[in-house]
């Protein structure tokens, strides 16, 4: 199984992933989010993480044009866009560089028609805007399309969330604050949840 570190702020955070190794590491790059760092910032932690890790910046209803000169800088390898992107933005941008992640709420009524026509190249589903909060798996277990797997995973849960979605189109579990310990990613936190992804 796959798995993604999200929101990583200080050089600290790269080595912690670096440690783990996981298969992606995210940026959350549109300002005003708890853990939202700027391009500077940004690039400096970059400079700190593995190339093998692949790096997605996380945007939130962003002017386009930043998005691409962003992914066109090398700064990002994938764009997960975390707003009401519609398809027609979601077009403009696969014009670029990159792949493109949309992220789905599933806390509430879930559109799965729309989801399976989302012109992304991969889908993910949360429980909102990243609160942590799990939502009911049993919404998305069925979806036809491969996709990531966001919202209160984290060591300990990690097992529990490959099980339940065998045989399913689970892609990648996206954690966060389930790594996170005095604002910052807890070096033993993420080697255990990367381990747990993938069988260790």
Same mark, same amino acid.
């Given at each position: *199984?796959?798995?993604?570190?999200?929101? +990583?702020? !200080?050089?600290?955070?790269?080595?912690?992933?670096?440690?783990? *190794? @996981?298969?992606?590491?995210? =940026? /959350?790059? !549109?300002?005003? =989010?708890?853990?939202? #760092?700027?391009? #500077?910032?940004?690039?400096?932690?970059?400079?700190? /993480?593995? @190339?093998?890790?692949?790096?997605?910046?996380?945007?939130?209803?962003?002017?386009?044009?930043?998005?691409?000169?962003?992914?066109?800088?090398?700064?990002?390898?994938?764009?997960?866009?975390?707003?009401?992107? &519609?398809?027609?933005?979601?077009?403009?941008?696969? &014009?670029?560089?990159?792949?493109?992640?949309?992220? =789905?709420?599933?806390?509430?009524?879930?559109?799965?028609?729309? #989801? *399976?026509?989302?012109?992304?190249? *991969?889908?993910?589903?949360?429980?909102?805007?990243?609160?942590?909060?799990? =939502?009911?798996?049993?919404?998305?277990?069925?979806?036809?399309?491969?996709?990531?797997?966001?919202?209160? /995973?984290? @060591?300990?849960?990690?097992?529990?969330?490959?099980?339940?979605?065998?045989?399913?189109?689970?892609?990648? +579990?996206?954690?966060? &604050? &389930? #790594?996170?310990?005095?604002?910052?990613?807890? !070096?033993?936190?993420? /080697?255990?949840?990367?381990?747990?992804?993938?069988?260790?």
């Amino acid at each position: *199984m796959k798995i993604k570190i999200c929101g +990583l702020r !200080t050089p600290g955070d790269a080595n912690a992933v670096n440690e783990a *190794m @996981p298969d992606y590491i995210g =940026f /959350i790059l !549109t300002e005003g =989010f708890k853990r939202s #760092v700027d391009e #500077v910032s940004a690039q400096l932690i970059s400079k700190f /993480i593995d @190339p093998q890790i692949g790096r997605v910046g996380v945007f939130v209803d962003d002017d386009p044009k930043r998005i691409k000169r962003l992914v066109y800088n090398g700064l990002i390898d994938i764009v997960q866009l975390h707003g009401n992107e &519609s398809d027609d933005y979601i077009k403009d941008l696969k &014009s670029g560089e990159g792949s493109i992640i949309k992220v =789905f709420d599933a806390s509430g009524d879930l559109d799965m028609d729309k #989801v *399976m026509k989302c012109p992304a190249d *991969m889908v993910m589903f949360d429980a909102g805007k990243g609160g942590g909060e799990r =939502f009911d798996w049993n919404k998305v277990k069925d979806c036809k399309r491969p996709f990531f797997l966001a919202g209160g /995973i984290g @060591p300990g849960n990690i097992k529990e969330a490959i099980d339940f979605f065998k045989g399913s189109q689970l892609y990648a +579990l996206d954690l966060s &604050s &389930s #790594v996170d310990k005095g604002g910052s990613k807890n !070096t033993d936190l993420v /080697i255990q949840a990367v381990n747990e992804a993938h069988g260790n």
